[in-house]
């Protein structure tokens, strides 16, 4: 259904998640030219303006293809040029972290190093605090599944949460949906998450902190995408 033809990447659900033992498995292809393939699902009915929370669970594997690509998990329709939307993932340029770009702004969570091979609770939270005030907040957290099992926490003060954003849909898994091999250069095919994704869930509000632990704590096992086809359901 999701990826089911051709020389398409893997993109199925496999073994290995903590919480239900399901995850989809997200597996860029790169061909004899250096070109990349990205496993990227399009959810056209989503958008995310103003306040919102995503809370995901993965396993990464690495960088699709090099560390100054990131791995993007969600691109909630960033729009560069019109510094709206964001996006949310692992961060090479910048040593490896749970990252962001908010509009052209960078917030990325510098207390931490991932390492490839490991689970991680990850979750970021936008708070819009409107044009009267002028001063946003974005909170980023992540929790690595280790012996030390310790929260990571930042929370950056910035006026790049916008109510306006573009409609073109949310992407999961890359920066850009693509039918087909691009060179990574010359388009967005690189930036793409590597791994496994247990679940992922979003919200069109600011979770609070203690909402965003209890979401860790008590995850949703499965990992499901709303079809655009018209049914609330799926």
Do not use: C
């Amino acid at each position: 259904l999701l990826r089911e033809r051709g020389l398409s990447p893997p993109l199925l659900f496999a073994g290995g998640g903590k919480y239900g033992n399901l995850s989809a498995r997200f597996e860029p292809l790169t061909n004899e030219l250096g070109q990349v393939y990205p496993p990227a699902i399009m959810v056209s009915n989503l958008q995310l303006p103003s306040s919102s929370t995503i809370v995901t669970r993965f396993f990464w594997d690495g960088f699709a293809f090099s560390a100054s690509y990131p791995g993007w998990i969600i691109n909630n329709n960033l729009d560069w040029n019109g510094n709206r939307g964001w996006m949310f993932g692992v961060r090479g340029d910048v040593g490896n972290r749970l990252g962001m770009y908010v509009g052209q702004t960078n917030i990325y969570l510098d207390t931490y190093t991932m390492v490839t091979g490991k689970w991680y609770d990850a979750a970021a939270v936008l708070t819009d605090n409107g044009p009267s005030n002028g001063i946003d907040t974005v909170e980023l957290y992540l929790w690595p599944n280790e012996p030390s099992s310790k929260l990571y926490y930042k929370k950056t003060f910035t006026t790049a949460v916008t109510n306006s954003i573009p409609t073109s849909g949310a992407i999961i898994g890359s920066e850009s949906f693509q039918s087909g091999y691009t060179s990574p250069s010359t388009s967005n095919s690189g930036k793409s998450f590597k791994g496994l994704i247990n679940h992922l869930a979003v919200w069109n509000r600011a979770l609070s902190y203690a909402e965003v632990t209890e979401a860790f704590g008590y995850p949703h096992n499965r990992f499901q995408i709303g079809l655009n086809n018209n049914s609330l359901t799926d």
